[in-house]
């Protein structure tokens, strides 16, 4: 009896386990420079289209660069970052559940 019962737990605590490892792996899809918001300034630091929720997270770290899009769809830079404000993007990006921000656009 015990060990028929060992046989249907391995694989429940095998499928558990790959089910749990899934749920808290991070998001790991990388912004993609091929894929900007359209309303980014040229420049190296954009959003990326897709993977922008947006979740508003990043404004409150850098709203002198950046805001949301016409629609509220995504979030973009409208402004560059220079001197101290690079501090800020850089918030921004740390902070990005998505990774959806990236400094190497061009
Ligand atoms: S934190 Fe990231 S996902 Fe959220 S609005 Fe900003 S760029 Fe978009």
Request: aromatic share 6%; net charge negative; proline share 8%.
């Amino acid at each position: 009896m015990k060990f028929r019962n060992a046989q249907i737990h391995i694989p429940l605590a095998i499928v558990c386990a790959v089910l749990l490892t899934s749920a808290l792996k991070p998001n790991l899809t990388m912004a993609d420079k091929n894929n900007k918001v359209p309303e980014n300034v040229p420049g190296p630091w954009y959003v990326d289209n897709e993977l922008c929720t947006p979740c508003r997270v990043c404004l409150d770290e850098a709203p002198e660069l950046l805001q949301y899009n016409a629609d509220e769809s995504k979030v973009y830079f409208y402004k560059q970052p220079e001197g101290d404000e690079l501090a800020k993007a850089q918030s921004a990006r740390d902070v990005c559940p998505q990774a959806a921000i990236a400094e190497d656009g061009e």
